[in-house]
């Protein structure tokens, strides 16, 4: 059997998407190959203007790319009739920065829209709204209009309407943008939950690396329509190679501060990383309670990548070179990471 088809769902070859602006041709998306795979949930992170949106329409052909090819499934969406392509949009849902609903319609009727235009109506429709209501939490709300909810309301009912036609990959164009930290919080989980529990691949834009950090498994970085990185979020979080990616870490670890510490240190400045169970262990303490050298930490990130705890500190050491070389040989024995800076 051909293992490629089942663990990529989505496939962008080549897509390169330019505008006619008067007599110019700006390329907002230049060359672009990327898949996701089933099941991932894959976060695309660029500054304003870098081409996130085009790319993401590119996805489901509200933009048409000027050329390349998108696969989604098994279908090449790039080679249908405007008409198959109506049917095949109904798999890809998609949510939006301001939410997009009907403001005339009830919560209930801007859910049931896309279930109408399925062909699903009566005692079915209405069952399977009650049933994404209660998946979004809303089924206190179902009655009101668009403008009875705050934002983060407004987005669940944005998620249950991308969700109602049962799709398999749901876009996200900077769907937290508009929201406080606590309800992007809330919306953040309740992704993590749909792509947990219905398995439905989610493919996200945004310019906050917060949240990538919370329910991404990778990211690429995309910066004036090409990506410049592209990996494991743990990875590329912890080993971020490009400035733009990197700018894009200092968001949340603010190394940048730091920066001010590291000035006039007597010691060996180092670099400290672990991941996983290691960050509730006293390695540091145990690495050098046997010997005289001290440690002082400078600067310091403990944190959470989706399901996976890790820190990164960045440490002085003072004392003997020789003592100091064991010290670091005992933390790498015991699986840290350890630069010298
Ligand atoms: N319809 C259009 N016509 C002409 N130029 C466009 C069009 N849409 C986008 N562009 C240009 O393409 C580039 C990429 O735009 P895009 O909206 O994809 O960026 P973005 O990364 O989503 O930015 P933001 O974070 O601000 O939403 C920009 O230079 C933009 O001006
Ligand atoms: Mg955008």
Redesign the pocket.
């Known amino acids: 059997m051909d293992d490629r088809g089942h663990t990529h769902l989505i496939e962008l070859h080549n897509i390169t998407k330019s ?1 006619q ?1 008067g007599a110019v041709s ?1 390329e ?1 998306v230049r060359d672009i190959s990327l898949t996701v795979k089933r099941g991932e949930i894959f976060g695309i992170i ?1 500054h ?7 790319l993401l329409r590119c996805v489901n052909l509200l933009e048409r790319p000027t050329s390349g090819s998108v696969k989604v499934g098994e279908v090449e969406l790039t080679k249908l009739s405007q008409r198959q392509l109506q049917a095949q949009r109904r798999k890809i849902g998609m949510i939006f920065q301001h939410f997009n609903l009907l403001s005339m319609s009830t919560v209930r009727d801007n859910i049931a829209f896309p279930l109408k235009l399925a062909g699903l109506t009566g005692t079915a429709a209405r069952d399977r709204v009650d049933e994404l209501l209660k998946l979004v939490q809303l089924e206190q709300h179902a009655d009101k209009y668009p403008a009875q909810l705050s934002g983060g309301q407004k987005q669940r009912v944005g998620i249950a309407r991308a969700l109602a036609a049962n799709p398999d990959v749901l876009l996200c164009d ?1 769907a937290t943008s508009a929201l406080d930290p606590q309800t992007t919080n809330s919306i953040l989980s309740l992704l993590l939950d749909i792509n947990a529990k219905l398995g439905i691949t989610i493919l996200l834009i945004t ?1 906050e690396m917060q949240v990538i950090r919370s329910i991404c498994d990778r990211v690429a970085v995309i910066d004036k329509g090409e990506i410049v990185e592209l990996g494991d979020v743990l990875h590329v979080f912890l080993k971020p190679e490009h400035p733009v990616t990197r700018d894009f870490v200092d968001q949340v670890s603010d190394t940048s501060a730091a920066s001010v510490l590291l000035e006039k240190r007597q010691g060996r400045l180092l670099r400290v990383t672990y991941v996983g169970e290691l960050t509730y262990e006293p390695i540091l303490y145990n690495a050098v309670k046997q010997t005289p050298v001290q440690f002082v930490i400078l600067q310091g990130t403990v944190s959470r990548m989706k399901q996976t705890p890790y820190g990164q500190l960045i440490v002085e050491l003072l004392g003997e070179d020789l003592e100091i070389d064991n010290v670091v040989a005992a933390l790498r024995k015991e699986g840290l990471e350890v630069d010298t800076l």
């Open positions: 505008y602006v700006v907002a660029g304003s203007g870098a081409g996130k949106s085009t900077e310019h």
